[in-house]
């Protein structure tokens, strides 16, 4: 859907002000939006599954582990799809109060693209670079975006998500380098061209949430406090966006799946090209061992 | 690709006239394009698959049979996706003639994107009513289209295909009706949009090639003659045109790259697309849509 037919739907928690600053800028933060009970509930699952991660020793379809964890000093930097592993976190999604949000920036009919829960854990974990998440999951069209949930207070420190203003509406970026593998990230050509000193930096305490257009180039720094910085992922698409590329790795009945309304009868498109990303059907490393060049098969994969 | 990226390629088959007419009246007609031992090969294979066809007493992935099909006179409606049935169907596909046709108007890098074999039995055998092929199967943009091959000679009485020139440039029509069912074709009530006076019907003997850009307005009336005419179609897309609903037989060589490469960018035309039922729980064909022989299938 466009901006402007959505705009035409009353919305159900936010305000006009804020829709039209997630329009024009590409990313709009809301400063303590969901409630503490929510907070306690996704907190309640989320240690379950810290401690189900101790007895690994590598990353495997659920758990994406950083190279140091260890069983008395879990380094979680992911769980991967989390809506597949408890229903908390699938209520939270397709029910809670993000899923308004979602539908006040995609309109009444929206399905739901993916989960993930990325932990930034403390004392200098993972740097995401900066990036769009379009090219990691083309659509018919860009009307989708992700909502990301602190769970904890973040600072400045902690490396609060950063995104360019506007970014959105400027070039999709080729994510390949110049050897053409995948990079998962703008190349440092085009990362030079952006006004990265315009950034926005998104801090916030626990229960704030940060919403940015699949197109918004974004990415964040090292969490360089002692506390870690977890930030729950869910990402929505107007019903009107097919995606063009099956969802990597594992089966995830929530893939696609209704939200809100009815699945379109008319796919929309845009008109601006956008590169395919690699073949995942074969399995999907994250965006932090790439982006870290841990897996060089996958650096290689087209 | 756009029209005048493909036309600057240089054609492997047709000539630059012939492009030009396909991309101005959306088909093409391509007389005995494909004899000799080719043709003879594809003809005694589809024969033999006839012969398979009169043990089986009902619909099944393979063939789609008329109501009244029996082992000692096979009424086959449709063989599906042939390709994947015999080698020999899937090297007419992939690396063939017809597969330079495809080139020539979609550019280098090319998909096939799915292949079936119409009957057409003698005596009424089907009528396919007015549609447009791209809502059944919508891509990311238009450089998509079907290459048909009379494997008989097809005269009017036949029920050849009828494409409408030029309707590859109008508008995608609804293809459900009023309750919001799918019916796989035109709704009577936008007849008047379609300029029917225009029709041409694409006749010619056995071998004869039709091509038709994905958005054609085409259809077929029955075969009132005593023979048969089989059509063997094989649809091909651009490869910087992706799929974006579920393949109607999804299985081995859906979208495989049968020339060039696959695209490393997207391309995307502006214009929205009319998408089908969701077809990922199994397809039945055009034939039972259209007849209402299916009410589930009818009914989204």
Known sequence: M???SILEHAPKVLTQAQREAYFRDGYVSLDGFVSKEWLDRLWAVTEEFVEESRSLSKSDDKFDLEPDHTADNPRLRRLTWPVAHHQTYWEFASRGPIADVAEDLLGPDLVFHHSKLNFKWSGGGEEVKWHQDFPFYPHSNASVLAIGLYMADVDDEMGPLGAIPGSHKGPIYDHFNDKDEWAGALCNADEAKLPLETAGYMAGKAGTITVHHVRTVHGSMPNNSPRMRPLLINAYASADAYSLTPYPGIACPQNEMVV???RARWAQFDQEACRMPPDWSGGYSSIFALQQAEDDSLRAAE | MKMEQVLAETPKVLSQEQRA???ENGYLLLDSFIS???????QDLTKSFVDKSRSVSASNDMFDLEPDHTADAPRVRRLNMPYRQDPGYWDFTSNSPITDVAQDLLG??????????????????EEVKWHQDIPFYPHTNYGV???GIYLDDVDEEMGPMGVIPGSHKGEIYNHYNDKDQWI????????GRVNFDDVVWLKGPAGSVTVHHCRTVHGSVPNSSPRSRNLLINAYAAADALTVSAHPYPGPKTNHIVRGKPARWVEYDSEPCLLPPDFSEGYSSIFAAQQEEDETLATV
Do not use: Q
Request: charged share 30%; net charge positive; aromatic share 14%.
């Open chain 1, 2 to 4: 466009t901006p402007e």
């Open chain 1, 260 to 262: 809100r309304g009815k």
């Open chain 2, 21 to 23: 007419f396909y991309f």
């Open chain 2, 36 to 42: 000799g031992e080719r043709l003879k090969a594809l």
């Open chain 2, 108 to 125: 280098p890098n090319v998909k096939v994107h799915h292949s079936k074999l119409n009957f057409k039995w003698s005596d009424g055998g």
């Open chain 2, 145 to 147: 289209l079907a290459i």
């Open chain 2, 184 to 191: 796989g074709a035109l709704d009577e009530k936008d007849f």
